[in-house]
């Protein structure tokens, strides 16, 4: 006998019908063929084939061209408070085993990869900073919220304040608001400073989480200045798009010889002289453009350079404009190294993948007449998970060569 579904449901073509089954968890406007009963900007609705078979249950919003986040493809699922509970202790659960004692200052909810579409949360201690993109789990964070503090309380992790950071324009794209601050935690005063300060690789930092950039400080490099760092012992070191400054302090900590670290932005530069103050680290600050900065060196002036800039494309169609940009700094890196340096150098744009991010550098590499011996290939941290059906989550592409 057919059980009823409590939900309305979507009907979908072929090709979305393909990729929900693979596992993408996004349905778009341009692929909906029909509706049955009313669903409400937020609410739940059934996903169906063509032929009218089960492909999961998931948010909906008409404001979004992404129309349904799918939460689950099991048709048991009560989409109550205790599911959502239990997908905050799956995901805190996943950080304690890949991230054993290192979980201080951590990603604990990455959206798609811990099946929260939509929400982002950083933890900075005693303080999570969250951001949520997503309409239906917006709708539902009184209940996801406060599931996270007493999860990680109860694991003897305090929680002094959830701070959320959704001043960033896409939530208008799903009919939301901009806006900031505290959420209230029942039987919690709200903290009074917006800043916090962290420890990673030994180094501290003050974490401006009301208006740095994202949730306030990138954490998913943690392991690749940790790696970058090894091989600085004695070295003159360009850190380049420095931003707060923590690839030149994690060289200079390992004991190079010499760090040079280079932004546009003076705000940025500020917060990263700060940091290297209270760290006790002797590291010199550049305001300039890096692509301006990088023609101008002298050949063998430094012996390790680094790149972390930015992410130079946020859609498919500016793909070739940004592999351009990335080839024109790592080629001009490549030719001010002496032969025997190092070079280190990363994407965070998913839209560049990692094929594209290797044939380019074996472009630069060829037009600088230089070979490229590999040290390491990484990628995010294992705090930001990557879920091989959703390719949006695989931005990070990060490498160290040596240069011959």
């Known amino acids: 006998m057919k059980t009823t579904r409590p939900y309305p449901s979507v009907t979908i073509d072929t090709r979305g019908a393909k990729r929900a089954q693979e596992g993408h968890p996004w349905v778009f406007d341009n692929e909906i063929t029909g509706m049955t009963g009313t669903i409400e900007n937020g609410g739940l609705c059934d996903v169906r084939s063509p032929k009218g078979r089960y492909l999961g249950t998931g948010f909906y919003n008409s404001h979004s061209k992404i129309r349904v986040r799918l939460l689950s493809q099991n048709t048991n699922d009560r989409f109550d408070e205790a599911f959502f509970r239990r997908r905050v202790q799956y995901a805190w659960d996943y950080r304690k085993a890949v991230m054993g004692p290192d979980l201080e200052n951590c990603r604990v909810i990455f959206g798609e990869a811990d099946q929260f579409p939509g929400l982002t949360v950083d933890k900075f201690g005693d303080i999570l900073v969250t951001q949520t993109l997503c309409l239906g789990t917006e709708?539902?964070?009184?209940?996801?919220?406060?599931?996270?503090?007493?999860?990680?309380?109860?694991?003897?992790?305090?929680?002094?304040?959830?701070?959320?950071?959704?001043?960033?324009?896409?939530?208008?794209?799903?009919?939301?608001?901009?806006?900031?601050?505290?959420?209230?935690?029942?039987?919690?005063?709200?903290?009074?400073?917006?800043?916090?300060?962290?420890?990673?690789?030994?180094?501290?930092?003050?974490?401006?989480?009301?208006?740095?950039?994202?949730?306030?400080?990138?954490?998913?490099?943690?392991?690749?200045?940790?790696?970058?760092?090894?091989?600085?012992?004695?070295?003159?070191?360009?850190?380049?798009?420095?931003?707060?400054?923590?690839?030149?302090?994690?060289?200079?900590?390992?004991?190079?010889?010499?760090?040079?670290?280079?932004?546009?932005?003076?705000?940025?530069?500020?917060?990263?002289?700060?940091?290297?103050?209270?760290?006790?680290?002797?590291?010199?600050?550049?305001?300039?453009?890096?692509?301006?900065?990088?023609?101008?060196?002298?050949?063998?002036?430094?012996?390790?350079?680094?790149?972390?800039?930015?992410?130079?494309?946020?859609?498919?169609?500016?793909?070739?404009?940004?592999?351009?940009?990335?080839?024109?700094?790592?080629?001009?890196?490549?030719?001010?190294?002496?032969?025997?340096?190092?070079?280190?150098?990363?994407?965070?744009?998913?839209?560049?993948?990692?094929?594209?991010?290797?044939?380019?550098?074996?472009?630069?590499?060829?037009?600088?007449?230089?070979?490229l011996r590999l040290v390491e290939a990484r990628a995010q941290g294992p705090d930001h998970p990557v879920l091989w059906t959703v390719p949006e989550t695989d931005y990070l592409k990060f490498y160290i060569f040596q240069v011959v």
């Open 139 to 371: 709708l539902r964070k009184d209940w996801i919220f406060p599931a996270l503090a007493e999860i990680l309380e109860g694991d003897g992790h305090p929680v002094r304040g959830i701070y959320e950071r959704n001043d960033v324009k896409i939530r208008e794209l799903e009919g939301l608001e901009q806006n900031k601050g505290w959420y209230p935690l029942a039987g919690k005063p709200l903290p009074e400073s917006t800043q916090t300060e962290i420890v990673e690789n030994g180094i501290r930092y003050q974490v401006d989480f009301e208006n740095g950039q994202k949730t306030g400080f990138f954490l998913d490099q943690k392991y690749n200045r940790a790696a970058a760092a090894k091989i600085a012992p004695g070295r003159t070191v360009l850190d380049c798009f420095t931003h707060t400054g923590s690839f030149g302090l994690n060289c200079k900590k390992a004991g190079a010889a010499r760090v040079v670290s280079v932004d546009i932005s003076d705000t940025a530069l500020e917060t990263a002289r700060r940091n290297a103050a209270q760290n006790g680290l002797e590291v010199e600050y550049l305001a300039a453009n890096v692509f301006d900065l990088l023609p101008t060196l002298t050949p063998g002036e430094f012996d390790y350079i680094i790149l972390d800039p930015p992410a130079f494309t946020k859609s498919g169609k500016t793909v070739d404009s940004a592999r351009r940009g990335y080839k024109e700094i790592n080629y001009r890196a490549m030719k001010a190294l002496p032969r025997g340096g190092y070079l280190a150098t990363c994407s965070c744009s998913h839209f560049m993948t990692d094929a594209l991010f290797r044939q380019m550098l074996q472009s630069a590499a060829r037009d600088a007449q230089v070979q």
